[in-house]
């Protein structure tokens, strides 16, 4: 436990050390085998140079740019880049590309669909079409904003099905969107179809290139055979691309792109009638840090383009080699293609996935399982970067040790009492007090993360909004003031 107000101030050294032991219970964030939440392109110095570039402009303010010109210079060059490297800017096809600078993928999706819907102040309950496997930021964004959400089932590929699609758009649709790749399965939706359909029905076309936007042009340019995606596509109006992903940029920075100004103008918030300042705010943020922007501005000119390329081919031989170890191993097979930067796997019925998860966590490779969904079965995640390529070599002895001793465990054996109790819950009975009980009953205690085999079974049976219920309460539980 740690005291964030003691009574008398703390040294500086001291705080540190303290900080660095509270680190080191988290994953490893280098060293090539966590394959989710992190971004590592295992580049000497790079981490240095972010934390100078954060450090410099940590205290700048972006709410006001015309008092910190710094922030609005970092802010065009970046969205610049973005811009140029999907399709856009001067020479091009779409010469008026615009963009804001949000603090990450979620913040993009929100602020697209409020530009959409906002573009269309006549439509009283404004709708936005989207594939089964869009991210879930496109289901945040529908509840923050009160737009209905109209979900498509994908083709047996796991891409978006263009003619679906299509049947889904109607007179309240402000928006149709899809990825490129979807974050679950790394697959690219049929991204000139599908804007196609939208431009026709005179509806707005968002790309979510929040995962993939700055690998898969890499991807590409080194020959992968890979749609266009970007603002070379009639139809596409604005696009998404994350730059703490594969940008390798510490956390805290996305870019939203628009086709021209005209279509980003709704997405901004403007407010004069109080007695303080006038406020005009392009994103969700008012009070904004210059530090992520700094620090991601510092990683694109160290890396450069020439360095992005280097580093997407050591993203692609990963990718093979890893693919090719879950095609070589019995008892897993790949779930999807792996022609981004995801490997998704699913096992064979023999093989419990959720114990090859810890089994594979317990050989120091941190994945991420997948529950099953609809007609998906569970499968397990790997987010592939450029740092995995000095580690893939290790993964297939470990993946093949890791599906003997799953299949020697077997299956987690959830006690039959608790999963009639789980059966028979609806997300209404979930309290505070039940979430306790089921915390103790599945041996959650201070190890939360080290085995979580149990509590992946629990809610690959629970229905969706189960599922829901259920984490909310571990994380309201979790979420206790330190006292
Ligand atoms: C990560 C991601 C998002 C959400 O981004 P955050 O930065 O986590 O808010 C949206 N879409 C896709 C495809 C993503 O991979």
Not at 155 to 182: K, N, W, Y
Not at 193 to 201: F, H, N, S, T, Y
Not at 459 to 477: H, K, T
Request: glycine letters at 10%; aromatic letters at 6%; one cysteine or more.
């Amino acid at each position: 436990m740690i005291e964030a107000l003691p009574g008398t101030g703390v040294p500086g050294e001291q705080v540190l050390a303290e900080l660095r032991e509270l680190r080191a219970a988290d994953l490893p964030t280098h060293g090539g085998r966590l394959f989710a939440y992190v971004y590592d392109p295992a580049v000497a110095g790079l981490d240095e140079l972010a934390r100078a570039a954060y450090a410099i402009s940590a205290h700048v303010n972006g709410l006001d740019p015309t008092a910190f010109p710094s922030l609005l210079a970092m802010e065009n060059a970046l969205v610049a880049a973005a811009g140029r490297l999907l399709g856009g800017g001067p020479g091009t096809a779409a010469p008026e590309v615009v963009g804001s600078v949000t603090s990450g993928g979620t913040e993009s999706l929100i602020l697209a669909v409020k530009a959409a819907r906002d573009a269309h102040p006549e439509i009283e309950r404004p709708r936005l079409v989207v594939p089964s496997t869009a991210h879930a930021a496109f289901a945040k964004a529908a509840h923050y904003l009160r737009v209905a959400l109209d979900v498509v089932p994908v083709g047996p590929d796991l891409r978006a099905d263009p003619a679906a699609m299509a049947a889904a758009i109607g007179p309240e649709t402000v928006l149709v969107a899809a990825s490129a790749p979807s974050y679950a399965h790394g697959v690219v939706d049929p991204i000139t179809e599908l804007a196609a359909r939208a431009a026709e029905r005179g509806v707005r076309f968002h790309v979510d290139a929040c995962f993939g936007g700055w690998v898969l042009p890499y991807l590409r340019r080194l020959g992968a055979g890979l749609p266009a995606f970007d603002f070379t596509v009639p139809g596409v109006t604005s696009i998404s691309v994350d730059l703490h992903k594969y940008a390798y940029a510490p956390k805290g920075v996305s870019v939203l792109l628009h086709r021209d100004a005209g279509l980003r103008l709704p997405q901004f918030f403007a407010y004069a009638d109080w007695p303080g300042y006038t406020m005009v705010n392009p994103v969700i943020s008012s009070t904004r840090s210059g530090g992520p922007i700094a620090a991601a501005l510092a990683t694109l000119r160290h890396l450069g383009d020439d360095g992005y390329l280097r580093l997407a081919g050591h993203t692609r031989d990963a990718v093979a080699v890893l693919a090719a170890a879950v095609e070589a191993t019995g008892g897993v097979r790949l779930f999807a293609p792996p022609e981004t930067s995801v490997v998704c796997l699913a096992a064979e019925p023999d093989v419990d996935l959720f114990v090859l998860a810890d089994e594979l966590a317990g050989r120091g490779w941190h994945t991420q399982p997948q529950l099953a969904y609809a007609e998906l079965p569970a499968t397990i995640h790997l987010t592939v970067t450029a740092a995995v390529a000095g580690t893939a070599a290790e993964f297939g002895p470990d993946l093949a040790a890791a599906v003997a001793a799953t299949r020697a465990r077997g299956p987690v054996q959830l006690p039959p009492a608790l999963l009639e109790a789980a059966g028979a819950l609806t997300p209404q009975m979930v309290t505070p007090e039940l979430i306790e009980g089921l915390a103790a009953s599945l041996g959650l205690g201070e190890d939360v993360g080290k085995s979580m085999a149990a509590v992946n079974s629990l809610l690959n049976v629970a229905p969706p909004a189960l599922r829901e219920a259920l984490l909310a309460g571990f994380l309201s539980q979790l979420q206790r003031p330190a006292w």
